[in-house]
């Protein structure tokens, strides 16, 4: 079997079959990017062995916890997954906000965290899943939705408004 000429998912697939070789291509594949992404965060005084492990550890989890019904490409979700990790290693205030909502649906492998789908309707349902699923900023999709930034800035905030009153935040 070639599977240098493997997907992410038929890795994944094989991976959760239990093939050693599948994850041992994963963590190959994946190495450099870790460490580009390690260095990126790098700051002074941390070990950068450190961090880099951190980097495999989330990589572990997020095949794992990966779920192909998210509509969002497995690097992207390990992109995500990677530098919410190293942000709240690093205490850093942009990647460590109270909101981080990709952290959660890792746990939970869903586009919506647990009783969202009863609170949020269909418009605010597709703005969490293209704003914190897909990583569109709110600019984007405003463009992608042809409303003006702030009627879709006053949406954002009801939709946030909901989820922290869900949430107890």
């Known amino acids: 079997m070639i599977c240098t000429k493997l997907t992410d998912y038929e890795l994944i697939y094989l991976i959760r079959e239990g093939n050693e ?3 041992s291509l994963m963590f190959n594949k994946y190495e450099g990017y870790i460490w580009s992404i390690v260095c990126d965060f790098y700051v002074y005084n941390h070990k950068i062995e450190d961090l880099v492990q951190i980097g495999r550890v989330c990589l572990y989890r997020c095949i794992f916890g990966y779920n192909a ?45 647990p009783g969202l789908d009863i609170v949020l309707n269909k418009e605010e349902k597709e703005m969490f899943e293209y704003c914190f699923v897909m990583d569109f900023s709110l600019r984007e999709y405003a463009r992608l939705k042809k409303v003006s930034f702030y009627k879709m800035k006053l949406k954002y905030d009801r939709l946030l408004a909901k989820i922290k009153k869900n949430y107890g935040l």
């Open 21 to 23: 070789t599948a994850l």
């Open 69 to 113: 019904e998210m509509k969002v490409s497995f690097f992207s979700y390990f992109s995500i997954c990677l530098k919410r990790a190293l942000g709240r290693e690093l205490s850093n205030p942009y990647y460590n906000t109270p909101l981080s909502f990709h952290e959660d649906m890792i746990e939970y492998g869903s586009n919506l965290l």
